[in-house]
């Protein structure tokens, strides 16, 4: 072996332990986009979760299979993410095709703080960001085991904080036709996000 690569090779090796001391492990630099990549390569199947949507009309999540659906994340009364995060569905509506909605792809808001959030005030949060009900519903699942196994399989982390409301994460998330979780993006970029939807559908 040449001594330039000898150096090369030590150079690299440097680099990586530099680059792995800085990243804890590599875990800060990769865990979220390991994690989107394992859904992007290897689909999730969504659990059953029976939800109630603004109208107090109950439905199974399997009854969508057969339609793409946008998934997010919310509690009524976020005063922050949750707003960004339905201005941001409200994007990804508008900038899809009005004759695919509901016949093809759905939207759903999933509140996790059921006990408060009652249909009513889901219905709050419909009308704010014009959520129709028919082809965006915002719902919340009764069952605490069921919504804990959602929001497992969809990696959403929720704590409660100080002030009775919760800090969390918030992605948009791509359920395909098979009921698999297929991919989740940045709710910064929603024009990408339907652009995605609209490819697929």
């Known amino acids: 072996m040449t001594r330039s690569l000898l150096s090369a090779l030590a150079i690299t090796i440097l680099g990586i332990g530099t680059l792995a001391r800085g990243t804890d492990g590599f875990n800060a630099f990769t865990d979220e986009g390991a994690r989107r ?3 992007h390569t290897n689909p999730r199947p969504v ?15 399997q009854e969508l299979r057969g339609r793409l659906v946008a998934v997010e994340f919310i509690y009524v009364n ?4 949750c707003m960004s995060l339905g201005q941001s569905f409200q994007r990804v509506r508008n900038a899809l095709p009005p004759e695919r909605l509901g016949r093809d792809v759905m939207l759903l ?9 009652t249909p009513a005030r889901l219905g709050d949060y419909g009308k704010r960001h014009h959520a129709d009900g028919e082809h965006w519903r915002v719902v919340r699942v009764e069952d605490r085991d069921e919504l804990e196994a959602l929001l497992r399989t969809f990696g959403i982390v929720v704590i ?13 998330h791509l359920v395909d036709r098979e009921g698999r979780l297929a991919r989740i993006e940045d709710f ?5 996000f339907a652009a995605r939807l609209e490819s697929w559908l």
Do not use: K, M, W
């Open 109 to 117: 808001s999933i509140s996790f703080d059921p006990e408060r959030d």
């Open 37 to 39: 990549y394992a859904i």
């Open 78 to 81: 976020c005063p922050t993410v």
């Open 47 to 61: 659990p059953a979760a029976l939800l109630q949507d603004q109208d107090g009309r109950r439905f199974d999540l």
């Open 160 to 172: 409660p904080d100080r002030f009775g409301g919760f800090e969390h994460n918030a992605a948009l």
């Open 188 to 192: 910064d970029r929603p024009l990408e």
